[in-house]
Structure formats: structure tokens, C-alpha cells
């Protein structure tokens, strides 16, 4: 089978399963926010962002470890997964045992401390799971991935609205997702193991390798945490939880559309890594151009999109005493697209092995964003948390493409890019003029338009297309 079709394959049914699990996770979210309301939405974003501290912290760059090392080649890869997948349950178990404690320390009141005591299963599962997808990118089986997700999704719909029949509150839509993610890690195991029969252990020589590869790593992450969820931790401290409800409503939009390069990448990251380190420069520019190019044809309407019907979509998506928060969207979508370029060249940067040299930027960065988001957040609120955080995902895109282009010679043409960007402005000016339509018909009309006016341009190589819908493209 070919890179492309390989590629290809896992994209579709990627974009299939992400599809269905993403109709699920809104549909939760619009039970949920309709159920607590801001308030108590707000709650359950402050408590999810509290833990998700410990989750990125617990990641230690092992996904993407993983996916490198069973990449090499004569790699032993029992050894190395069940070696990552130990040292990651000893790092979240640790991790996951403070952050209760932790919270104490915070003057929340006792309903989101208690949430964040529960929510720390959830979370021990969840990363987990996360490890485990390192071992299906590698594979390019990421089917496997979704089919857990999405059976995780659909648990965690039918125990929401069960919760909200029942007029539970906030601890016990936590509970519901530890269910969630219990079955979602029950499958994602037993899929692994049917491709490693990975299980835990020690061994001290590969530990140090996996600690030696994945240290800048998590070290980047460490400083990611302060840029990207210092903005809710201090929103919560200074600002009602009402409005962290608005924000979070908005930000949970955000994180289904930046599940996209991250999947995509997922599978592209093993290709770029052994292009790279077989030396075949002109290949590796070469799929590096057709990432940079899907990414950016991929985000741009999205941002101009939320700019015209993000009121209408939150409401939709979160009913009407969230409709405030569409402005907020609107702000956070142009973080989201720097987020789709930063994974691009983040990614890369792991796959050509200057992990180490990027520190001081994830550093840089994090100082910068920490100080503006205290500046402004106790000002403007979450409006000053929506466009920090722009800033924050600006600086991360263009210090990692730097480094790409400095390290690779190569900097991806502008030529689709531009292309796209006036596909995706007269795709915005067409459904500015239909404001009495429904939101989800001028959304399908919008995208309609836009994928025509990409074709048309040539921004998209048709012949291409033709090759991998017959199965003869090699990428």
C-alpha cells in the first residue's frame, strides 16, 4: 500500500469517526450547559482545566515518543511500548494523587473540589489512553483510536442526559466521565495489545532512552501549560464562574476543531521522521508542503466562518444564555488556526529531532502569555483571556515554523494559502448576506461554496485526488 493511500485511508475513516464523535461531544456539551447553566458550567470547566494541569504534565512527550521509537528501524517494539506505557501509568498515578490535595489550596467552593477529586480518575484513564494512540499513529491504525473514542462518546451522552433528567449537578456529570473514559481505555488496550502485546515493565536502558528522547518534550509541555491554561485557572480566580462558563462553552468549539491537525499529524509525524532520517530531503519537503497546505485549506474558513455566525452557532450548540459567548469563538478560532500551523511544525520539529533546541521558545512563550493574561484577564476578562491566548498560539507558530525552515532549508509555499485565504473571504461575504437563515444551512452552503472555489483555483492538486481515489498516488 502507498504513503498517500495509507494516508488517505486513516484520514477518511479518522474524519468519519471524529465526525461522530464530535456530533456527540457538542450534543453533551448542549446538555450539559443547558442542564448547569453559566454558573454551573463554569464549575465544571474550572475543575476539567484544573486537571488537565496534571494530565499535560503526566503526557511527558511519551505519545509522541512512542510513535518515533517504534518508528526506528530493527526497533524491539514489545520492549518500547510496554516500557512507555509503564513509565506513563508511574507518572499519572503520581501526578493524579496531588492534584486533590492541590486544589485545597484554591478558593474554589467545596462542589468543584470535590469534582476535581473524582475527575482525577477520569483524567488517569484518559492519559492512558492517550499513550496508547502513539502505538496506532505508528501503525496507521488510527481506526482503532476512533472506534474507542466514539464508544466512549456515546457513554458519556447517554450518562449526561440521564444526570440531567435527574437534576444532578456538577459531580455527577464526572462521574459519568470517568464511565466514559473507563470504556474508552478498556478498548484502546485491548485494541493495542492485538498489535503489541505490550504490558508493563522495566528496563532500566530503555527507560533512560525513552527519558533522554522525551525530556525537551515535556519540558516544552510544562511551559505549554502555562500559555494554554493559565487563561480559565486565572478567569476562574478573578472573574465569576458564569463568564468561565461562557468562555469555556466557546473554548470547548475550539478543542473539536483542533482535534484536526492534531489526528492529522498523528499520522503524518512517523512518514516525516523516516523520510528524515533516510536522508531524502526533496521527499521530506515534499510532504511537508502537503501537510502545510491541507492544514491551512483546512483552517482558514473556519476562522472566517466563526467570524459571521459564532453568535448564532453557540446558541445552537449551548442555547441561548450562551449566545454572548460567540464572540468569544470568534477571538478563539484565530488561536485555533495558529494551533493547526504550531502542530504542523511542533510535530515536525519532534520528527527532525530539535525538541531540544525549541525549549527557550515554549519558555519565551510562556512568561509572555502568563504576564499578559494577568494584565488583562483581571481587565477585560475573558475577552483578554480569548486574545492572549491569539497571541500565545501566534508566537508557538511562527517560532516552530523558524526553526523548520532553518533546520530544513525548506519553507512551504504561500501560493494555496493565498488561494485560500480569498476562497474563505467570499465564502464569509456569502453567508453574511443570508442572516435570517439557519445557522447550520448557511454553515453547509458556506462549506459548499468554499470547497468549489478551492477546486476551481487549482489549490487542491485534482489529479491527485483522482490517483488516491483509484489508489495509485504515492506521496
Known amino acids: 500500500m502507498s504513503t498517500a493511500r495509507a494516508i488517505a485511508g486513516n484520514t477518511a475513516i479518522q474524519v468519519a469517526g471524529r465526525a461522530a464523535s464530535t456530533l456527540l461531544g457538542v450534543a453533551t456539551v448542549a446538555v450539559m450547559t443547558r442542564h448547569l447553566g453559566r454558573e454551573g458550567y463554569g464549575a465544571f470547566t474550572t475543575a476539567m482545566t484544573f486537571l488537565q494541569f496534571f494530565g499535560i504534565l503526566a503526557d511527558f512527550g511519551l505519545t509522541l515518543t512512542i510513535s518515533k521509537l ?59 489512553s492517550n499513550v496508547l494512540s502513539g502505538i496506532f499513529m505508528q501503525q496507521l491504525a488510527m481506526r482503532l483510536v476512533v472506534a474507542a473514542e466514539v464508544a466512549g462518546r456515546v457513554v458519556l451522552f447517554g450518562l449526561s442526559l440521564a444526570a440531567a433528567q435527574a437534576g444532578a449537578g456538577v459531580t455527577t456529570f464526572m462521574w459519568a466521565l470517568v464511565a466514559a473514559n473507563a470504556v474508552q481505555f478498556a478498548l484502546s488496550w485491548v485494541f493495542a495489545r492485538r498489535l503489541i502485546p505490550l504490558g508493563l515493565a522495566y528496563d532500566r536502558a530503555v527507560w533512560s532512552r525513552i527519558i533522554r528522547e522525551s525530556w525537551p518534550i515535556a519540558v516544552s509541555i510544562a511551559f505549554n501549560l502555562v500559555y494554554l491554561k493559565s487563561d480559565v485557572i486565572l478567569l476562574s480566580l478573578f472573574r465569576p464562574q458564569s463568564e468561565v462558563g461562557l468562555y469555556g462553552a466557546a473554548y470547548k468549539v475550539l478543542d473539536v476543531v483542533t482535534v484536526i491537525p492534531t489526528a492529522f499529524m498523528g499520522l503524518v509525524m512517523p512518514i516525516l521522521a523516516g523520510v528524515w532520517l533516510a536522508g531524502a530531503k526533496d521527499d521530506f519537503s515534499r510532504k511537508l508542503s502537503r501537510a502545510f497546505d491541507f492544514l491551512t485549506i483546512v483552517a482558514l474558513p473556519l476562522v472566517a466562518g466563526a467570524a459571521v455566525v459564532g453568535r448564532d452557532l453557540m446558541a445552537l450548540v449551548a442555547g441561548r444564555d450562551f449566545a454572548e459567548s460567540g464572540g468569544l469563538l470568534a477571538v478563539l478560532v484565530i488561536a485555533g488556526a495558529m494551533v493547526f500551523w504550531s502542530t504542523l511544525f511542533g510535530t515536525t520539529v519532534v520528527a527532525v529531532g530539535l525538541q531540544r533546541r525549541m525549549v527557550w521558545a515554549y519558555g519565551i512563550d510562556a512568561v509572555l502569555s502568563f504576564a499578559l493574561y494577568f494584565l488583562t484577564i483581571p481587565r477585560w476578562g475573558a475577552y483578554g483571556a480569548a486574545w492572549s491566548t491569539v497571541f500565545s498560539e501566534t508566537f508557538m507558530a511562527v517560532a516552530t515554523a523558524w526553526a523548520i525552515v532553518a533546520k530544513t532549508g525548506h519553507a512551504p509555499p504561500l501560493k494555496n494559502a493565498a488561494k485560500a485565504v480569498l476562497a474563505a473571504l467570499a465564502m464569509a461575504a456569502l453567508v453574511w448576506l443570508l442572516p435570517g437563515w439557519p445557522v447550520l444551512v448557511r454553515i453547509v452552503l458556506g462549506a459548499a461554496v468554499y470547497a468549489a472555489l478551492i477546486l476551481l483555483s487549482g489549490a487542491v492538486d485534482r489529479d491527485l485526488l483522482r490517483r488516491l481515489w483509484r489508489h495509485e498516488a504515492a506521496v
Open 70 to 128: 517504534l518508528s526506528e528501524p530493527n526497533a524491539d517494539r514489545k520492549a518500547v511500548a510496554s516500557n512507555v506505557f509503564t513509565l506513563r501509568l508511574a507518572l499519572a498515578v503520581a501526578l493524579f494523587a496531588c492534584a486533590p490535595l492541590l486544589a485545597l489550596a484554591f478558593p474554589y467552593p467545596s462542589a468543584i473540589r470535590v469534582a476535581i477529586a473524582i475527575g482525577t480518575l477520569s483524567f488517569l484513564q484518559m492519559t492512558l
